[in-house]
């Protein structure tokens, strides 16, 4: 996969969940390929086992990596309490923000699971972009990027269709409904 998008300029990869081989696995074959990502970590799960620690964050900003928030537990972000929203979003973001000495404005929904509650939620936390698993084609200047999740049993064919730059008149349609009908569920 990482092959197939080195030299692309409309391809962006992004790490969920501050997983240890993030860093241990990913990071070096990023580098190797002279490629970026943005990583999204779970700022209340920094240092745990198998997830990345203080310097894991600091090597990946320091490779030129971009660092996001995924949250503060992995929570479904549809089905918690204002308290709950605050960490998840707003202590999680200051947390990353303190650590990296940048801001960190960015987020990645957990499960993508999201409607128009948590999308207002984000915005009130001064989120400046919202990556979701809506899969498909994202629009560069668009506030939601949608975001095609990869398996370690998807093939190059699966790669070419996800990486083919004109998606049927169909698909398109059929996606962009469904990204609509998941912002005003509530």
């Given at each position: 996969m990482l092959d197939a998008v080195a030299g692309r300029s409309d391809a962006h990869l992004t790490f969920d969940d501050g997983n240890a081989s993030d860093v241990e696995i990913a990071l070096p074959r990023l580098l190797e390929r002279g490629l970026t990502a943005e990583f999204f970590l779970l700022a209340g799960?920094?240092?745990?086992?198998?997830?990345?620690?203080?310097?894991?964050?600091?090597?990946?900003?320091?490779?030129?990596?971009?660092?996001?928030?995924?949250?503060?537990?992995?929570?479904?972000?549809?089905?918690?309490?204002?308290?709950?929203?605050r960490e998840e979003m707003e202590v999680a973001l200051r947390t990353l923000t303190a650590l990296t000495g940048s801001?960190?404005?960015?987020?990645?929904i957990p499960f993508g699971s999201y409607d128009r509650h948590v999308l207002r939620r984000l915005r009130n936390a001064g989120v400046s972009r919202v990556y979701t698993s809506d899969g498909g084609r994202a629009r560069p200047d668009a506030w939601i990027q949608a975001r095609t999740s990869l398996r370690h049993d998807m093939d190059a064919a699966w790669t070419a269709r996800v990486l083919d730059p004109d998606p049927s008149l169909i698909r398109q349609a059929r996606d962009n409904t469904a990204r609509a009908a998941k912002r005003w569920r509530g």
């Open positions: 799960e920094l240092g745990a086992p198998g997830r990345v620690d203080q310097a894991g964050v600091q090597e990946l900003q320091g490779a030129g990596m971009t660092i996001g928030s995924h949250g503060w537990s992995h929570r479904d972000w549809r089905r918690i309490d204002d308290m709950q929203a801001p960190v404005v960015r987020v990645a």
